[in-house]
T-cell receptor
């Protein structure tokens, strides 16, 4: 069974641009969560989607948004990029979300903002 | 709210030596606990988890962890490490009850395990 797939693996953007990251969950998984990982802040929860609905959101500005499609694939978008948005963005999928459903992580997308 | 503390940012150890990576948490509600490992340029891989039952849990790659509710700790141990265990290790928690927080994991800041010959 294929794991969580994130594309692209690496991205370089400049300040002010916008970016879209993609995540394909494990087949059969319906919940997708996104995390931002930086050296200073560590791993921080961005949001979670289940059945195309955002179920939970972390403390990030409105420039960070996401969506989920009917096939459970998810995208996250960051508009008006800032230097501080440089990070590894990780996607995790689970069967139904919730505490008892283990999250499986992708390899991440490394975003560099210049 | 929950918080996770990994006091050791780096742990150097020689190959075949034992290792313990410390994790303490703070929470006003019961939590489930996890250890994840991140190898260079890769995502997170689940090592082990504590949901209920025996407080000593065994995971992959020979790792084990013990849940201590009174000390709010979940330390990770391995009796003999290998060079390939060099990685970043993250402790994480999630509330057990229905608090509406869905799948939101709270992570510690990570411990870098460096195994040398």
């Amino acid at each position: 069974k294929a794991g969580v797939t994130q594309t692209p693996r690496y991205l370089i953007k400049t300040r002010g641009q916008q970016v879209t990251l993609s995540c394909s969950p494990i087949s059969g998984h319906r919940s997708v969560s996104w995390y931002q990982q930086t050296p200073g802040q560590g791993l921080q929860f961005l949001f979670e989607y289940f059945s195309e609905t955002q179920r939970n959101k972390g403390n990030f500005p409105g420039r960070f948004s996401g969506r989920q499609f009917s096939n459970s694939r998810s995208e996250m978008n960051v508009s008006t990029l800032e230097l501080g948005d440089s990070a590894l963005y990780l996607c995790a999928s689970s069967l139904r979300g919730g505490r008892l459903n283990i999250q499986y992580f992708g390899a991440g997308t490394r975003l560099s903002v210049l | 709210a929950q918080s996770v503390t990994q006091l050791d940012s780096q742990v150097p150890v020689f190959e075949e030596a034992p290792v313990e990576l410390r994790c303490n948490y703070s929470s006003s509600v019961s939590v489930y606990l996890f250890w994840y490992v991140q190898y260079p340029n890769q995502g997170l891989q689940l090592l082990l988890k504590y949901l209920s039952g025996s407080t000593l849990v065994k995971g992959i790659n020979g790792f084990e962890a013990e849940f201590n509710k009174s000390q709010t700790s979940f330390h990770l141990r391995k009796p003999s490490v290998h060079i390939s265990d060099t990685a970043e290790y993250f402790c994480a928690v999630i509330p057990t009850g229905n608090t509406g927080t869905a799948s939101k994991l709270t992570f510690g800041t990570g411990t870098r395990l460096q195994v040398t010959l």
